[in-house]
């Protein structure tokens, strides 16, 4: 079985400009995750969907920062403009559903580098 | 609020020795903890969970989770570390959230670090 899929792995953007990030979560998994990840730091929440519902996003900074998950299966992350603050790694996890004791499975990340 | 604490940023222990890496919960009612692991440039892996029963959890890579209801908390164990245990160690519990829903939250991590 397939895991969480994330590209690219690797992103290095001038500020200002754009950038997309793309993941498909492990197939059947209703719940998917963007985490924002800074060095040495465990995984902040960004926005979290059911199928295609975005029911948490109370973390996403939603002036520049905007997600999407059409059909209720892959999902983008997209920043506009990027800002130097903004380097960091950008994780994407999902889980059968978003009961307390599901568990999370994660993608490999993409690193975002900010010049 | 709702949260775990990983007291200690990094851990150092020999090769073939024990090792502990800790955690501490607050929540309110049945905790349950999880426990990941990451490796360098790569996303965090599951290595266990510890939902009700018995205080001393297996998970994958021989490592174990020791629950302490009265101190309130779950400590990573494994009896004979290794070189390549080497990586950073995650605990996380779902808080509440809206509509019924839990929302995972994660510890710092700690840094754990075998040495040859």
């Known amino acids: 079985e397939a895991g969480v899929v994330q590209s690219p792995r690797y992103k290095i953007i001038e500020k200002k400009q754009p950038v997309a990030f793309w993941c498909n979560p492990i197939?059947?998994?209703?719940?998917l995750y963007w985490y924002l990840q800074n060095l040495g730091q465990g995984p902040e929440l960004l926005i979290r969907?059911?199928?295609?519902?975005?029911?948490?996003d109370s973390q996403l900074p939603k002036d520049r920062f905007s997600a999407e998950r059409l059909k209720g299966v892959d999902s983008t992350l997209k920043i506009q403009p990027a800002e130097l603050g903004d380097s960091a790694v950008y994780l994407c996890?999902?889980?059968?559903?978003?009961?307390?004791?599901?568990?999370?499975?994660f993608g490999p990340g993409t690193r975002l580098t900010v010049l | 609020a709702q949260s775990v604490a990983q007291p200690e940023d990094q851990v150092n222990v020999a090769e073939g020795n024990p090792l502990t890496v800790k955690c501490t919960y607050s929540v309110s009612g049945n905790p349950y903890l999880f426990w990941y692991v990451q490796y360098p440039n790569r996303g965090l892996q599951f290595l266990l969970k510890y939902i009700t029963g018995d205080n001393l959890v297996k998970g994958s890579y021989g490592f174990e989770a020791e629950f302490n209801k009265s101190q309130t908390s779950v400590h990573l164990i494994k009896p004979s570390a290794l070189v390549s245990d080497s990586a950073l160690y995650f605990c996380?519990?779902?808080?509440?959230?809206?509509?019924?829903?839990?929302?995972?939250?994660f510890g710092r991590g700690t840094s754990l670090i075998v040495h040859p």
């Open positions: 996890a999902s889980s059968p559903g978003q009961g307390r004791t599901d568990t999370q499975y």
């Open positions: 996380a519990v779902r808080v509440p959230a809206s509509g019924g829903s839990y929302i995972p939250t």
């Open positions: 969907y059911e199928n295609e519902e975005a029911v948490d």
């Open positions: 197939s059947g998994h209703n719940t």
